[in-house]
């Protein structure tokens, strides 16, 4: 669900942008106040996770394809003032290296992803959680149920903002985008109750050592290995822009050092695309990495003041 350039346009942008951005700091304050901050190594594996399973589309009808959001996922993990964090390096990532998702509609897309997505995803897991028995139950219903409601809030959204832009009437645009994301959410609501059962630290009664860096292992094995076999057929949003005659491209505001996922010079696709995702996947841990231990050193000052 990663808008491009093209198709927003006007003050929806720097609105978008504003938004996002006070989302980002408020964030970033409630988890430098956060009692239980994640270590960085984890915050950054668990970052990478995230970007790896968004490489993975799987088809879901008609020629059409999803693909993870994660952002339920990633406060289900880091609690969510660090899981809004997770996601918007993510959405950044993605967009400054691999051009996917515009550079003029970066907020917009932080906002859809982040904001919405693990922001008011884990505000409503974490109320969901006390609904509940601490058994499997509780687990399955608060996770993967706010996991799908992640993904049509975010289609939601960004079908707003379409029709906010004039790019197409939202009565139109919403019904299609909807319909299509609430499939989709159904895969996304599988792939976080199995990474979240895999590496959620209160799945084991004592956390091995190996849960930390796990998130990471795995993300270097998709983007590296199964990236080049994801679903080639267009996700969601590009297929309802197709469907409304809305997709027209256009050359990049911003040249990415990667566009589309591909090293220059690598003849063959599917080594090439491997290696880009290898690339994001260590790009965004270490960048995961610097912004946990900022806001660690931001938390023990506060500490110590």
Known sequence: MHIPNEMLNGTICPVTAAVSAVGIVGAAVAAVKSKERPKAARFGAVAALIFSGQMMNFPIQNGTSGHLLGGVLASALLGTP?????????????????????FSVLGANVLNMAVIGAGLGGILRSKRVRS??????????????????????????CSLELAVAGTIDF???????????????????????????????????????????APLLASGLIAGLLSP?????????????????FLHE???AFASPMPDYAVAGIPVEALSTGLAGMIGVFATFLLGWAV???????????VAA
């Open 82 to 102: 660090f899981g809004i964090l997770a996601m918007a390096l993510v959405v950044s990532v993605q967009c400054l290296l691999f051009s996917d998702g515009g």
């Open 132 to 157: 509940f028995p601490f058994t499997s139950l509780k687990r399955i219903v608060s996770v993967g149920s706010v996991a799908w409601i992640s993904v049509v809030a975010a289609a939601f959204a």
């Open 171 to 213: 009565s139109k645009v919403a019904v299609s985008m909807l319909g299509t994301h609430a499939l989709i959410g159904i895969g996304e609501a599988l792939i976080t109750l199995s990474a979240y059962y895999l590496f959620a630290e209160e799945t084991y009664e004592k956390v091995p050592e190996w849960i930390i860096g």
């Open 229 to 245: 076999f994801a679903s080639g057929f267009p996700d969601g949003l590009e297929w309802v822009a197709e469907k409304y005659q």
């Open 250 to 252: 256009a050359a990049p």
């Open 292 to 302: 946990a231990a900022v806001v660690t050193c931001f938390s023990l000052k506060r």
